[in-house]
């Protein structure tokens, strides 16, 4: 069971070419910002004035706004760090998987990483609960543009925060190094706990 309120533990403790320095700010700080505010809006929420909701400004929807914000920022990025520390060799029935909905793997990474190049937030393949099928997305914020019913199994972060301190604005480098560093069992967990849900 998900709680957007508890600090998941880092599944690594180095990767290959993201510094520690990178880590201890976007886990340490960043991640961990967004756990202690989405208790900070629950707590809110339970006493706010319901008498003053207003869909142009009111204390009520800027809440409901800013929960979707910070629980998809805790989900994405304990997606990003779930699946990191490994040595990049994809295997498993998720490539069976990829291979199905994409062509071949190759096809599936070409089109990944040009997401990597096209977003300002974030690339996530999804598993689409509703179709069945995995598929590519981009997010520009935590929460833009996600869809109902689809759980991200690989997840890119394309912050700058992810990747400027040891890339500067190199970001195909970043994407290629976060390649070698995925951990493809990991994926392979995840996928199937997921689409074992249908
Ligand atoms: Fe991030």
């Avoid at 809440?63 to 990049?88: C, R, S």
Wanted: cysteine-free; overall charge negative.
């Amino acid at each position: 069971m998900k709680n957007y309120g508890e600090i998941k533990n880092l599944p690594f403790k180095s990767l290959h070419g993201i510094s520690d320095k990178t880590i201890d700010i976007h886990w340490g700080k960043l991640y961990q910002g967004y756990v202690k505010k989405w208790q900070e809006i629950q707590d809110k929420l339970k006493i706010v004035d319901l008498s003053q909701a207003n869909a142009t400004f009111s204390e009520l929807r800027e809440l409901k706004v800013e929960q979707t914000f910070t629980a998809n920022a805790v989900l994405l990025h304990e997606a990003y760090f779930d699946i990191l520390g490994g040595q990049g060799q994809p295997a498993g029935e998720i490539i069976e998987a990829i291979k199905k909905d994409y062509g071949s793997f190759e096809e599936w990474a070409v089109h990944f990483k040009a997401l990597g190049m096209a977003s300002r937030g974030w690339v996530i393949l999804a598993y689409d609960f509703n179709e069945g099928i995995l598929r590519n997305y981009i997010a520009d914020a935590h929460n833009l543009y996600g869809i109902w019913g689809a759980a991200p199994i690989v997840v890119l972060d394309m912050y700058e925060h992810a990747y400027f301190i040891d890339f500067g604005s190199d970001k195909k480098s970043y994407i290629e190094t976060y390649f070698q560093n995925l951990n493809w069992e990991s994926i392979e967990k995840k996928f199937n706990k997921v689409a074992g849900r249908n």
